[in-house]
């Protein structure tokens, strides 16, 4: 399985940006996916993730109320609406997906497929 994010980018604080994230390969196993993300001279963080048959979703508690998270359990991809953008969301963000009855909820979660990451800058 292969994840491939994409719509990172520049933007100001207090704007909005969306990234997709889309698997290919194997996928048939694909249960959930999600974001994780690493600031400079930072640990990597959970950031939001959905359950692709149930819906049910994730956030961590710095993005509750301003990012939205969504998955297409056809296509198997997952997008994260930002809006509300603030300097500390600057980081990498990486596109996670587990197999199977795997969920991803938080930062301790098992996820089995990262990535390569989409660079978000908030800036003015």
């Known amino acids: 399985v292969q994840l491939q994010a994409s719509g990172g980018g520049l933007v100001q604080p207090g704007g909005s940006l969306r990234v997709s994230c889309a698997a290919s390969?194997?996928?048939?196993?694909?249960?959930?996916m999600g974001w994780f993300r690493q600031a400079p001279g930072k640990e990597r963080e959970f950031v939001s993730a959905?359950?692709?048959?149930?819906?049910?979703?994730y956030y961590a508690d710095s993005v509750k109320g301003r990012f939205t998270i969504s998955g297409d359990n056809t296509k198997k991809m997952v997008y994260l609406q930002m809006n509300s953008l603030k300097f500390e969301d600057t980081a990498v963000y990486y596109c996670a997906a587990t197999s199977w009855s795997g969920i991803i909820r938080d930062s301790s979660s098992r996820v089995d497929y990262w990535g390569k990451g989409t660079q978000v800058t908030v800036s003015s």
């Open positions: 390969g194997r996928t048939f196993s694909i249960y959930s």
């Open positions: 959905v359950s692709l048959t149930t819906s049910s979703t």
